[in-house]
């Protein structure tokens, strides 16, 4: 029998650490200067640190700023594994910048939703949308929405005012339209 290193499968092996939210702050769990945490569209909810390792092909120690999601690495594993994607897929492959190559990964619009059950959530939707280093959010349902500019203001301290901003309407649009498109998916439908 063959070893991994044998086989080959290490040098292609990707292995990548991540969360899903933020620390929980009931928990005392830190999320560092970022506002809010888990259940949370502030940054201190969404961001989150995530480590990718595989063997002679990502310089160990590099970092980036870049915007990537969990819907990411789908497309990423994807194109480690040579497997053509011949449909369309929310997510775009970050293996360049995994690599240390230039990438643009802010040039789209990114959508959070969450939909809680007690706690005054009633099973509704609260919701957050970023592009580039402008983003919306909301951290309750009926909650106002807030606009942030994250280059200027990383810690969302200070909200803009989000009258006569092109921007804002732009993203509020693109959150209405990200809302109605995924209604029309089955398990939204109550299983239609």
């Known amino acids: 029998m063959k070893s991994l290193e044998e086989t080959g499968l290490i040098e292609n092996t990707l292995v990548v650490f991540t969360s899903d939210n933020g620390g929980a702050l009931w928990y005392a769990q830190s999320n560092g200067e970022l506002r809010g945490g888990k259940q949370d569209m502030y940054e201190g909810g969404i961001r989150v640190p995530t480590f990718f390792y595989r063997k002679n092909k990502i310089v160990p120690g590099s970092e980036t700023d870049n915007v990537a999601m969990l819907m990411d690495l789908f497309p990423t594993f994807c194109e480690v594994a040579g497997v053509e994607m011949t449909h369309s897929i929310d997510g775009i492959s970050i293996l360049p910048t995994i690599l240390g190559h230039q990438q643009t990964t802010d040039d789209r619009y990114v959508f959070w939703v969450r939909r ?77």
């Open 116 to 192: 809680e059950g007690g706690g005054g959530f009633g099973g509704q939707a609260y919701y957050a949308a970023r592009y580039q280093q402008y983003k919306i959010l909301q951290n309750r349902p009926c909650e106002s929405i807030q606009f942030f500019n994250l280059r200027d203001d990383e810690y969302e301290q200070d909200p803009l005012d989000p009258s006569d901003s092109e921007i804002y309407t732009t993203l509020r649009f693109q959150l209405q339209e990200h809302i109605r498109k995924s209604g029309g998916i089955p398990w939204q439908q109550g299983g239609k």
